[in-house]
Nanobody
Framework: QVQLVESGGGLVQAGGSLRLSCAASGRTFSSYAMGWFRQAPGKEREFVAAISWSGGREYYADSVKGRFTISRDNAENTVYLQMNSLKPEDTAVYYC?????????????????WGKGTLVTVSS
């Protein structure tokens, strides 16, 4: 069982930056693939970024490539999402996701554990 708690969301102007954090419980965090998804009002939940259990592989949605960076600190049981050059269309609730093993979390159906989400609002 893994519990995920996101933080770092808020209101930011277009062009600004935010860093989201996701703190995970459990002693086997380093064995979990991690990811970030987001859901805007009236839209389906979509993939944002994913990172392998070792941190050696990263994956990004085309819409955030070059602007967002996912990283993890296995010693601190935390995964991060650095978001730069934010746009109004990045406004959404951002969810941390986890699944045990060497999977790549690029679809919501592959996720085993979800956080409760943190709201990011980008004003124009």
């Amino acid at each position: 069982q893994v519990q995920l708690v996101e933080s770092g969301g808020g209101l930011v102007q277009a062009g600004g930056s935010l860093r989201l954090s996701c703190a995970a419980s459990g002693r086997t965090f380093s064995s979990y693939a991690m990811g970030w998804f987001r859901q805007a009002p009236g839209k389906e939940r979509e993939f944002v970024a994913a990172i392998s259990w070792s941190g050696g592989r990263e994956y990004y949605a085309d819409s955030v490539k070059g602007r967002f960076t996912i990283s993890r600190d296995n010693a601190e049981n935390t995964v991060y999402l650095q978001m730069n050059s934010l746009k109004p269309e990045d406004t959404a609730v951002y969810y941390c996701a986890a699944r045990f093993g060497t999977v790549v979390l690029t679809t919501p159906t592959g996720v085993r554990y979800w956080g409760k989400g943190t709201l990011v609002t980008v004003s124009s």
